[in-house]
């Protein structure tokens, strides 16, 4: 009860907006219910009518039963139109802000839990979690309208009432243990069908690789599995769901065959009349409703229950941690930074180790290294993709722990080695970081990132649509609008993954000439997978079991350090 008081609590939040509509819904369910209850008096009226004195006394009844009936209908008709606008403006609140929150969460969480857990989160349980109108429309209305039963049965024969009370209870219990069982069961449920939503996804993204690797079959296999493993649990939940509804079938009948032999010995022992009789018949015919609602309600406000809780670790922020920002503002940084024995272990593989090094504004500084010593890391520290575990790291000599999340990522840009560029036309993609950009400036930015003479050849020019991730383009052409969108969006640092797939020279010269281009104007950090083509750096950094262990130009670290001399060697074989 707690628990759910608290998560109606939680859910008020994003309700709190829709009180006129939830007080109209109110007033409309009051009086459907009222109405309800005089449904049974109103037809019990009927029968003894027609088996007493036949007059037009029936007809003016049968019509009172026919605008009240017609009245009920058109309350119910409010109630459901009112609750669905609630229900509605909820479900869009909750599923909003839990798409910002995803959005908000440390990427170690990120890595640590599959896409499937956020995606079903996101989806299914919003969903269900503002499902907690309708069962109050549906669930907690019948359920009220059913305890009035019970009031009337009991102001009617205290013998059936007491009767009524024994044999619901039973049920209630057949009803509460159901609950119970299928709650864990659907527990284990949604943890396994968030595996495989996370799978298809996968599957989704990674289609193009699975065909090259043409290894359909053992992916599908793979799902195949899963699914069956997810519908095994879904099977059980469905059988044991079956078993009570076949018991409380059973208790149900039961229940009914003791109260017409009840009825009757009231009867003939003159304790009830013949019309009291079929009201209270008439109710409790009607109270089968009621083990159904409530059964019905305890299992519903349990999925809320459990909803709620899987949307609220991600809200709240205690299970799912979200990445904390400082408050200090910078509009514009001068773009140099520098890193102080900083310490960094993605979970236990530690990968740097006390590593320092200054990086001056506009200097263009390469890192090379082993595949796998922390380049990319550095990367991803500098925009606090991740926490440091020790040390500092500064841009424009303040610790970035203490700037707000624009300060930061406003000022730096990333281009991978495989930028993702959007299904849209070549200048919706420059758009999107820049929405008042002009032609003039993204023509200039095309120019410097040596992409505007290939743009001009294609049919459409700059509204040439792209294809999903950029299928359209080459390796090389993606990593060159990339370079582009950061131009446009005029970040003081460029941090550049050289892809690592060998460009052909073209390529890799209209690269280097755009990297050329934005040299001593922007800081330029560059992740070098092929010696060559950092010759020319101002300096270049090399990492080695996740510390700098030598920096120069490419001449001195060819004089002074042995690695970088086998690296450069090695490469020259190659
Ligand atoms: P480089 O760019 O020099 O090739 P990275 O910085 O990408 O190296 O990786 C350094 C180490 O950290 C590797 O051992 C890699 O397996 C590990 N690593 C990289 N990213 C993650 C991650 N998101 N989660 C866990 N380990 C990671």
């Known amino acids: 009860?707690?628990?759910?008081?608290?998560?109606?609590?939680?859910?008020?939040?994003?309700?709190?907006?829709?009180?006129?509509?939830?007080?109209?819904?109110?007033?409309?369910?009051?009086?459907?219910?009222?109405?309800?209850?005089?449904?049974?008096?109103?037809?019990?009226?009927?029968?003894?009518?027609?088996?007493?004195?036949?007059?037009?006394?029936?007809v003016v009844i049968a019509l009172i039963i026919f605008i009240v009936e017609n009245l009920f209908n058109i309350t119910r008709y409010f109630t459901d139109i009112y609750m669905q606008r609630v229900y509605r403006e909820t479900f869009t609140k909750i599923q909003t802000e839990l798409g910002s929150c995803i959005l908000k969460l440390e990427n170690k969480v990120l890595d640590?839990?599959?896409?499937?857990?956020?995606?079903?989160?996101?989806?299914?349980?919003?969903?269900?979690?503002?499902?907690?109108?309708?069962?109050?429309?549906?669930?907690?209305?019948?359920?009220?309208?059913?305890?009035?039963?019970?009031?009337?049965?009991?102001?009617?024969?205290?013998?059936?009432?007491?009767?009524?009370?024994?044999?619901?209870?039973?049920?209630?219990?057949?009803?509460?243990?159901?609950?119970?069982?299928?709650?864990?069961?659907?527990?284990?449920?949604?943890?396994?069908?968030?595996?495989?939503?996370?799978f298809v996804g996968e599957i989704v993204r990674g289609a193009r690789d699975i065909k090259m690797l043409n290894s359909e079959s053992s992916f599908i296999?793979?799902?195949?599995?899963?699914?069956?493993?997810?519908?095994?649990?879904?099977?059980?939940?469905?059988?044991?769901?079956?078993?009570?509804?076949?018991?409380?079938?059973?208790?149900?009948?039961?229940?009914?065959?003791?109260?017409?032999?009840?009825?009757?010995?009231?009867m003939i022992n003159d304790y009830l009349s013949i019309p009291?009789?079929?009201?209270?018949?008439?109710?409790?015919?009607?109270?089968?409703?009621?083990?159904?609602?409530?059964?019905?309600?305890?299992?519903?406000v349990k999925d809320f229950n459990l909803s709620a809780s899987r949307v609220f670790e991600i809200i709240n922020g205690k299970k799912f941690k979200k990445e904390s920002f400082g408050t200090m503002h910078l509009d514009k940084v001068n773009g140099d930074f520098e890193f102080k024995n900083v310490a960094f272990a993605y979970g236990k593989n530690k990968v740097l180790n006390d590593v320092s090094f200054k990086i001056n504004a506009n200097e263009t500084v390469a890192f090379v290294g082993k595949s796998g010593s922390g380049k990319t890391t550095i990367f991803n520290l500098l925009c606090k993709m991740y926490d440091i575990d020790k040390g500092e790291i500064l841009i424009d000599g303040i610790n970035i722990k203490k700037l707000d999340r624009e300060s930061i990522r406003g000022n730096i840009t990333i281009i991978s080695q495989n930028p993702y560029i959007f299904?849209?036309?070549?200048?919706?993609?420059?758009?999107?970081?820049?929405?008042?950009?002009?032609?003039?400036?993204?023509?200039?930015?095309?120019?410097?990132?040596?992409?505007?003479?290939?743009?001009?050849?294609?049919?459409?020019?700059?509204?040439?649509?792209?294809?999903?991730?950029?299928?359209?383009?080459s390796g090389g052409q993606k990593q060159r609008l990339a370079i582009a969108r950061a131009l446009v969006q005029k970040t003081e640092i460029i941090l550049f993954d050289e892809a690592t797939s060998a460009l052909d020279n073209e390529t890799q010269e209209s690269i280097q000439k755009a990297i050329e281009n934005m040299k001593n104007e922007y800081t330029?950090?560059?992740?070098?997978?092929?010696?060559?083509?950092?010759?020319?750096?101002?300096?270049?950094?090399?990492?080695?079991?996740?510390?700098?262990?030598?920096?120069?130009?490419?001449?001195?670290?060819?004089?002074?350090?042995?690695?970088?001399?086998?690296?450069?060697?090695?490469?020259?074989?190659?």
Request: glycine share 4%; aromatic share 10%.
């Open 524 to 574: 330029i950090l560059i992740i070098a997978h092929r010696l060559s083509t950092i010759i020319n750096c101002d300096r270049i950094l090399l990492l080695d079991s996740g510390k700098i262990v030598a920096e120069g130009t490419h001449q001195k670290l060819l004089k002074k350090s042995k690695i970088y001399k086998n690296l450069y060697e090695s490469e020259i074989k190659e």
């Open 423 to 473: 299904n849209l036309s070549i200048k919706e993609n420059l758009k999107l970081v820049k929405e008042d950009l002009t032609n003039k400036e993204m023509i200039e930015a095309c120019k410097v990132a040596c992409l505007h003479d290939f743009i001009m050849s294609l049919p459409k020019k700059y509204d040439t649509l792209i294809g999903e991730g950029g299928v359209n383009l």
């Open 221 to 266: 296999n793979a799902l195949n599995k899963k699914i069956l493993d997810t519908n095994k649990t879904r099977y059980e939940f469905t059988e044991v769901r079956a078993n009570y509804v076949l018991l409380g079938g059973f208790a149900s009948d039961t229940s009914y065959f003791l109260l017409i032999v009840l009825l009757f010995m009231l």
């Open 1 to 58: 009860m707690k628990e759910l008081w608290g998560n109606l609590k939680f859910a008020w939040k994003y309700t709190k907006d829709q009180k006129a509509n939830l007080i109209k819904y109110v007033i409309a369910t009051i009086v459907s219910i009222g109405i309800n209850l005089v449904l049974p008096i109103l037809s019990a009226r009927i029968i003894t009518e027609l088996t007493t004195n036949l007059s037009i006394q029936l």
């Open 112 to 198: 640590e839990n599959g896409t499937g857990v956020f995606i079903q989160r996101l989806t299914n349980d919003t969903s269900r979690l503002a499902d907690i109108f309708n069962v109050l429309n549906i669930y907690l209305s019948n359920f009220i309208t059913n305890v009035g039963i019970f009031i009337a049965v009991f102001l009617i024969n205290k013998v059936v009432f007491l009767y009524l009370v024994v044999s619901i209870s039973i049920m209630f219990w057949i009803e509460r243990t159901r609950t119970k069982k299928t709650i864990a069961i659907d527990k284990v449920y949604r943890k396994k069908s968030e595996k495989v939503t996370g």
């Open 276 to 300: 009291m009789a079929l009201v209270v018949y008439n109710y409790s015919t009607r109270l089968d409703g009621f083990i159904y609602w409530f059964g019905q309600l305890i299992e519903k």
